[in-house]
């Protein structure tokens, strides 16, 4: 999620990295704008906060009476703004958080523009790309058809995205887990846990 600075401090790059990514470069006046009444109902919010608090105070140390009564009667109008403004407040936090999660990164200023990933730029090669006599399989069939790798049972435990590993596919897993440490023990990390 872009940070809510990058909107109020220089528009122009994110309008211009949403815009090469083939985004509506327009959502950044919507999010200032978002921003501008969210953080507006925050002042005022304080405001009456502040008010209430010390109106609290007077009143306790007030002898009983009709202006006591009077203070009484406009604090109850207070706490309705109060709550109001709170409601108001939390939508609008709401609101901006959805719009802002749907905003994707911007590219890096060396990254070429392109529509999709057909358009993407080669920079270099590394080897020569393995040749087959059978069509490869992707990691999403492989590993369920042998029993190493369940999508479901992640899913129904954790969310989406999640997966489970289990016999060979939960021992490699921990087999490059431990690849990795002794690797860069071996050049001066030190494990912490």
Known sequence: ML?????????DTVRRG???RGE???VVDRVREMEVRRRAALTELEGLRAE?????????????????????ASMRTANERIDAL?????????EL???????PNLPRADVPDGRDASENVVVRE????????FEPRPHWDLGPALGIL???RGTRMSGSRFYVLSGHGARLQRALIQFMLDFHAARGYTEVQ
């Open 86 to 94: 709170e409601a108001e407040h939390a939508a609008l936090e709401t």
């Open 3 to 11: 940070d809510i600075k990058q909107f109020r401090d220089d528009p």
């Open 126 to 133: 590394h080897g020569t790309p393995p040749s087959f006599d």
């Open 24 to 26: 509506d470069p327009d």
């Open 18 to 20: 949403l815009a090469r």
């Open 52 to 72: 209430r608090n010390q109106a609290s105070k007077d009143i306790g140390r007030s002898a009983a009476g009709p202006e006591r009564d009077a203070r009484i």
């Open 97 to 103: 958080e959805a719009v802002l999660h749907a905003i």
């Open 150 to 152: 369940d999508f479901e």
